[in-house]
């Protein structure tokens, strides 16, 4: 059977879904470390499916995850940018994609990651209050607001905890 030119070889491999959200273009190889950030374990119920290193036009690889049922808040598409900067964002409904964005670092992050300074005073604190200037996003460099202590991506990964003591 003769093949569309239009499909590319990695839409093959996996269904288009009914609603919910496409992050595409994640950086090859770091599905799996956006799903924990967002929180996805599998025991919750959340139908997502996952393509690792599958070729790309613009990049060489890249990651797709797919989840059904789930549209991102703001907040968690910065967390996004943080391991991925090129991720495009599609929510999908009904089969259709509604909108089509790509995700931003802003200029100051907050909420998440943890301060790597244990003297930090953000470390001191409940609620905590890590703010973060955005001072490269390739390769990563965040410099916190309180102590001027300087984070790469490493530092981020880390802290999902699935992933400690990876490097890369
Ligand atoms: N997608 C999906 N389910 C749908 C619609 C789209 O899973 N019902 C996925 C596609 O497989 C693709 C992504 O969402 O991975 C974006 O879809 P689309 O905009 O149609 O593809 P492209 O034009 O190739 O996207 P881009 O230009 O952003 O690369
Ligand atoms: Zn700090």
Known sequence: MKMSKEISESELKVSKIKEGTVIDHVKAGTALIVLEMLGIT????????????VPSKRQEKKDIVKIEDRFLERTEINQIALISPNATINEIKDFKVVNKFDVELPEEVSGFPK???PKCITNAREPSMQTYYVKSIEPLKIRCKYCNTDMERNDVIKQLTKYQGLTQ
Do not use: P, Q
Request: aromatic fraction near 0%.
């Open 115 to 117: 301060c790597i300074n």
């Open 42 to 53: 599998g025991l919750e119920g959340t139908v997502a499916t996952l393509s690792l290193n």
